[in-house]
């Protein structure tokens, strides 16, 4: 169930390797990857490394200014943590449950606007209302919201970024599956220590007052455990329930929440608890939570998965919505670990990081 990076070739890959019946011979084998290699040379204005909600505002920004952009994203799918799962006839919400719009810091984003049909009202605990916030969740789930702002931008998915290095006033990216994209700028988006790691992999030198901030940044734990059940669970609607005590946070039944064709509930257990159970049995630390939430079920447990998402929420952010780490070329971090008001932040960092990018480069001249 843990997935670090993404070993797997990607699906066209695999297609590609299938149809191959006979064995090649050596010179053949060295042209057919010189011939991949020059295949797989990109170039592009911006090259955006992750598809959340960073990411994708970042690059329809940066579209809508008129720079070509090329966004990668090592998972499957789009959205990283606005994160969706279909098991059998029952759909999760296994990251995100729900977000919401309307802090006035995040205002310059307009999210509530870009998002459009993708999302509906939900308030899980009315006692979370705050005034002039606005609750949401996604349609037909969270990861709509990410396809809503994918549509237009040049997502390559299964292509997680490797190492980043400058060449002549350009980055040279490479990616998993073999790829080199060129690029006049990136923006990082993974969680900041996945962007520390690739950077220090890369061999990429930063201020040491950058690194000091960077490092400070720090995500909580949350084991996630989405079970399909036999019947309707007990949670009231509108289906999502806030805990203040024991192992878990939050429990939310998904077909009281309108995204599950059957009853389904997905558990968020403690950072305290994520933490002290990360390399345990996940089998046996599921059976813990679905205990600890059993008053709430009101019904057996058909089957159930674990998800663990090492990095949930930040526990330490850096004030900032977004830092420049170089300037020739640019490099932007960004996310929700800066500024730091959840998916609404998230947004507002990518659109920050767009902003900060485009003061950088000059546009490339237009053809007439
Ligand atoms: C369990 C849980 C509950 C939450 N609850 C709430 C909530 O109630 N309200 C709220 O506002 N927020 C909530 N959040 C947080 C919210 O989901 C995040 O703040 C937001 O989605 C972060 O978006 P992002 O773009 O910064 O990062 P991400 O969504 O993490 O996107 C980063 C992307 O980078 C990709 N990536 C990483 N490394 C590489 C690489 N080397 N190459 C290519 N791609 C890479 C990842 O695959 C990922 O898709 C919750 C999160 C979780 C996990």
């Known amino acids: 169930m843990r997935r670090v990076g993404n070993p797997r070739p990607a699906r066209n890959e695999v297609r590609r390797h299938d149809v191959q019946s006979r064995p090649l011979t050596t010179g053949q084998v060295k042209g057919n990857l010189r ?31 008129g720079r070509s952009v090329t966004v990668v994203d090592k998972g499957r799918g789009v959205g990283g943590r606005l994160a969706s799962r279909r098991i059998e006839g029952a759909t999760f919400d296994h990251g995100a449950q729900g977000f919401t719009t309307g802090d006035s810091r995040c205002s310059p984003v307009g999210l509530q606007k870009r998002l ?34 994918a549509l237009g931008i040049h997502v390559q998915l299964e292509t997680g970024l490797v190492t980043l290095r400058t060449d002549a ?42 690194r000091h901030r960077l490092n400070a940044i720090e995500y909580d734990r949350c084991l996630t455990v989405m079970a399909r059940l036999e019947g309707p669970s007990r949670i009231p609607p509108p289906g999502g329930l806030t805990l203040t005590s024991g192992p878990l946070t939050s429990i939310t039944d998904n077909q009281l929440k309108g995204i599950s064709g059957e009853s389904a509930v997905t558990l968020h257990a403690t950072p305290e608890f994520s933490l002290e159970h990360w390399d345990r049995d996940r089998t046996e630390s599921a059976h813990l939570l679905l205990a600890a939430a059993a008053d709430w079920l009101g019904a057996g447990v058909r089957s159930f998965q674990v998800h663990g998402w090492r990095f949930s929420r930040p526990r330490v952010l850096d004030p900032e919505p977004c830092l420049l780490a170089s300037t020739l070329p640019p490099l932007a971090l960004a996310g929700d670990g800066f500024g730091g008001f959840g998916v609404e932040g998230a947004a507002f960092s990518g659109m920050t990081a767009a902003t900060a990018i485009l003061g950088c480069t000059a546009a490339a001249p237009r053809a007439v």
């Open 116 to 149: 459009g049909g993708a999302v509906a009202h939900w308030m899980p605990d009315p006692a979370m209302r705050t005034e002039g916030l606005v609750h949401w969740r996604g349609v037909p789930c969270m990861s709509g919201v990410a396809k809503h702002l």
């Open 35 to 65: 011939a991949r290699m020059d295949s797989t040379e990109q170039s592009t204005d911006v090259l955006v490394v992750g598809a959340g909600m960073a990411g994708l505002i970042a690059a329809s920004e940066l579209l809508r200014a």
């Open 169 to 210: 006033h350009r980055w040279i990216a490479t990616t998993l599956n073999g790829r080199t994209i060129a690029a006049q700028a990136v923006i990082l988006t993974p969680p900041v220590p996945q962007s520390l790691a690739l950077l220090d992999a890369s061999g990429v030198a930063l201020p040491p007052a950058l």
